[in-house]
T-cell receptor, first 112, second 114 residues
Framework: DAKTTQPNSMESNEEEPVHLPCNHSTISGTDYIHWYRQLPSQGPEYVIHGLTSNVNNRMASLAIAEDRKSSTLILHRATLRDAAVYYCILRDPNSGNTPLVFGKGTRLSVIA | NAGVTQTPKFQVLKTGQSMTLQCAQDMNHNSMYWYRQDPGMGLRLIYYSASEGTTDKGEVPNGYNVSRLNKREFSLRLESAAPSQTSVYFC?????????????FGEGSRLTVL
């Protein structure tokens, strides 16, 4: 699977929108973009995934660049509970024997 | 609905001791995984089981063995613990292996090897 690049850390004020970037310039046409987050002292949890079109769910929105070489996870109103490490992961669903591979992610701090 | 349950949550071992981390899921998932996470690092895959009856090595399998006991349970064994195995261990499951399926994680087992 192709590699992703994320900033090590970001900071946001509570109740403001947060845009978490992810670069994946070597993405293939069949790679899906997955986002997970890991709250302190917990296991990761699924946030959202997409292929080409922008996606929305109750937790977040995923904006995918037209050339698919980058994407942005958008939290519309950050809360203190959103402080976590956010992982951007690429995976080809037809890639056979390769499970999700987690990098170091972006540590998001939310300031009250 | 408990999801993925790991036991124990905390364990301290001496070098050379053995132990087994237990993981059970109640979602009827086919695939299960063991990851480890060292301080400030991302998760690294140790072993996985794509379906009942199969297991495969991940990125960092050395020093570990696994057993897929049945569809619900996937255990991780440290035969002779070493300080380098001090870590937080996460078990995860997914409905199928591959595809775009979501992984569900347990809360983690914190292991210290002295």
């Amino acid at each position: 699977d192709a590699k992703t690049t994320q900033p090590n850390s970001m900071e946001s004020n509570e109740e403001e929108p947060v845009h978490l970037p992810c670069n994946h310039s070597t993405i293939s046409g069949t790679d899906y973009i997955h986002w997970y987050r890991q709250l302190p002292s917990q296991g990761p949890e699924y946030v959202i995934h997409g292929l080409t079109s922008n996606v929305n769910n109750r937790m977040a929105s995923l904006a995918i660049a037209e050339d698919r070489k980058s994407s942005t996870l958008i939290l519309h109103r950050a809360t203190l509970r959103d402080a976590a490490v956010y992982y951007c992961i690429l995976r080809d669903p037809n890639s056979g024997n390769t499970p999700l591979v987690f990098g170091k992610g972006t540590r998001l701090s939310v300031i009250a | 609905n408990a999801g993925v349950t790991q036991t124990p949550k905390f364990q301290v071992l001496k070098t050379g001791q053995s132990m087994t981390l237990q993981c059970a899921q109640d979602m009827n998932h086919n695939s299960m995984y063991w990851y480890r996470q060292d301080p400030g690092m991302g998760l690294r895959l140790i072993y996985y089981s794509a379906s009942e009856g199969t297991t495969d090595k991940g990125e960092v399998p050395n020093g570990y063995n696994v057993s897929r006991l049945n569809k619900r349970e996937f255990s991780l064994r440290l035969e002779s613990a070493a300080p380098s195995q001090t870590s937080v261990y996460f078990c995860a499951s997914s409905e199928v292996f591959g595809g775009t399926g979501e992984l569900f994680f347990g809360e983690g087992s914190r292991l210290t090897v002295l």
